[in-house]
C-alpha cells in the first residue's frame, strides 16, 4: 500500500523494526518504551537526514591540506507536536547537537479528534530553515495537517513530517492538503479504529511516554 502515496518513505532497516516490534507489545514498561521512542528517533534521523547538501571546506591534517565536506548552511529546525513529540527530540539532538528546537502544542479534542492548538514557537527567520516535524503517531492526520498549517501560516516554506507509525488516513489526508510535505515512518500500519487509535498500532504515544494512563 505505501507505494500508492508518493508522499512517503517507509524506512525497513531491521533494527527499526525490531525495536518497533517491543514499542508496540503492551507488556513493554514505561523506561523501555522511552528508551525506545529515542533509539527509534535516531535511526530515523539518520535516515531522515540522509539527503542533506554538502559544501567542500578546506582543511589540514596532521599530514596534509585537503578538501573535506561539512553539511552545508541549512538550518534545520526540529519540531516535536507535544507531548508525543517530545519523546523523539534526544534522538535527533544526538545527531545534530547544533539544530533549534521550536514547539507545537496540539491535543485532539475527545469526541470530534479535532486537533486543539495551544501552543506555538519556533526559531526566527522560518522562511530559511528546514523545518521536520516530530510526532510518533499519525492516525486521522489532523494535528498534523494543522502543524504544517502553523508552520507555514508563520513563514515555513520547507517542512517535512517524521513519525514512527502512520495510519493510511492520515498519510493520505497530508496529501491532499500539503503535497509538499514528505513523511517518513517505520510503518505503514493498516486502519484506524472507531475512535481514532491506528491498528495495530501502539496505543496512545503520549500515554505510554509520560504514564497518564
Ligand atoms: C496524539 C499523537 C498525535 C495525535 C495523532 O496526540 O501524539 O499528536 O494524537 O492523532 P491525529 O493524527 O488523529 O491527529 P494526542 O492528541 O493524544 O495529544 P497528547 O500527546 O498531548 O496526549
Ligand atoms: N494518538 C496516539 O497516541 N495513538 C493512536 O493510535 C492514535 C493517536
Not at 517491543?22 to 535511526?43: A, Q
Not at 531522515?48 to 548552511?73: D, F, M, N
Not at 494543522?146 to 516554506?157: F, P, T, W, Y
Amino acid at each position: 500500500m505505501a507505494e500508492s502515496f508518493p508522499n512517503l518513505t517507509v524506512l525497513q532497516h531491521p533494527l527499526l523494526q525490531h525495536k518497533l516490534a517491543v514499542l508496540r507489545d503492551k507488556h513493554t514498561s514505561k523506561k523501555t518504551f522511552r528508551e525506545l521512542v529515542d533509539e527509534i528517533s535516531m535511526l530515523m534521523g539518520y535516515e531522515v537526514t540522509k539527503g542533506l547538501p554538502l559544501e567542500p571546506i578546506q582543511i589540514e591534517t596532521p599530514l596534509e591540506r585537503t578538501t573535506a565536506y561539512i553539511v552545508s548552511g541549512k538550518k534545520l529546525t526540529l519540531v516535536p507536536v507535544l507531548r508525543a513529540g517530545l519523546g523523539m527530540v534526544e534522538g535527533f539532538l544526538r545527531l545534530m547537537p547544533s539544530v533549534r528546537v521550536g514547539h507545537i502544542g496540539l491535543y485532539r479534542e475527545h469526541d470530534t479528534l479535532r486537533p486543539v492548538s495551544y501552543y506555538f514557537k519556533i526559531p526566527p527567520e522560518p522562511a530559511s530553515r528546514d523545518f521536520v516535524v516530530l510526532d510518533p503517531m499519525l492516525a486521522t492526520g489532523g494535528s498534523a495537517v494543522r502543524a504544517v498549517s502553523l508552520l507555514k501560516e508563520n513563514g515555513a516554506a520547507r517542512v517535512r513530517f517524521v513519525c514512527i507509525v502512520a495510519a493510511p488516513e492520515g498519510v493520505r489526508r497530508m496529501l491532499d492538503a500539503h503535497p509538499d510535505v514528505q513523511i517518513w515512518t517505520a510503518s505503514l500500519d493498516r486502519q484506524l479504529n472507531e475512535v481514532g487509535y491506528i491498528l495495530p498500532g501502539l496505543g496512545d504515544a503520549g500515554d505510554r511516554l509520560f504514564g497518564t494512563r
